[in-house]
């Protein structure tokens, strides 16, 4: 009975150690399988000159300014609209009627408005362009910005 006791206690070991090895294992690679199970959309990187180009074809696209509001009235791309990078919900719930026109998203140099492309896109909009360096890649490249009506 002795003998009998230890081999039980030595398979309830066993049996604990694979059970508790196997939910860890499960916890780990969770986030990796639930990460590669997400639809991966893509977003494109334009670059000013491209959208220089697109605007003066007069190709149907909405501009998307994620800078503050006090940054947006100091200077913006013409035909911007300002949605604020903190108030993402509001933008999208603007978004969603024009998930399939060419949406340019910009911000100071180009870093939130990645993130922001990267969001949206996941979000299901299938043509995010995040503007090449943000507003001062525009401004570099030659891009005219509006300032409290007037054309700079």
Known sequence: ????????????????????????????????????????????????????????????LIIVDARATDDFKNGYI???TNFPYINLKKMEKALKKDREKIIVIYC?????????????????FSNIKNLDGGINGWIAAGGEIVTTGSIK
């Open 1 to 60: 009975m002795d003998r009998k006791k230890k081999i039980y206690l030595q398979y309830g070991a066993i049996f604990i150690f694979i059970m508790v090895f196997g939910i860890i294992n499960f916890l780990v690679k969770t986030p990796e399988v639930w990460r590669s199970s997400m639809p991966k959309y893509k977003y494109a990187t334009i670059p000013p000159k491209d959208l220089m180009d697109l605007m003066s074809r007069n190709t149907e």
């Open 78 to 80: 013409k035909g911007a």
């Open 108 to 124: 100071k140099d180009g870093k939130i408005s990645k993130e922001i492309s990267d969001v949206l896109s996941n979000l299901g």
